[in-house]
């Protein structure tokens, strides 16, 4: 199984609740379901600071968005309107280059 190959896949819903962390450490931190080898981070809006729906393994490249109204006690950012099918297209439009770079 190489790093980044899904990358390109549909991103899914899961609930952050049902996953594993990756340690007692972090509220936010988690294995990723599918490759069980990347984590999820959890990120932030940069300018608002609140928790940010969609999620990216940092081995496979599976993208995620959560489902759950709170993580670690803290609200998560709604989704704007269209927002699903935006990036959708953002990862369709990916290029083959950064697909193959991520892949090796
Ligand atoms: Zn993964």
Request: net charge neutral.
């Amino acid at each position: 199984m190489k790093r980044g190959h899904r990358l390109r896949h549909k991103p899914r819903h899961i609930l952050h609740s049902s996953l594993q962390r990756s340690s007692e450490d972090s509220a936010y931190r988690s294995v990723c379901p599918l490759c069980k080898v990347g984590l999820l981070m959890v990120g932030r809006n940069q300018e608002t600071l609140a928790l940010v729906r969609l999620d990216r393994c940092t081995y496979c490249a599976q993208h995620f968005f959560y489902d759950d109204e709170t993580i670690g006690d803290e609200p998560v950012e709604a989704l704007p309107p269209d927002y699903e099918k935006t990036v959708e297209a953002q990862i369709k439009a990916l290029s083959p280059q950064l697909v193959k770079d991520l892949g090796n």
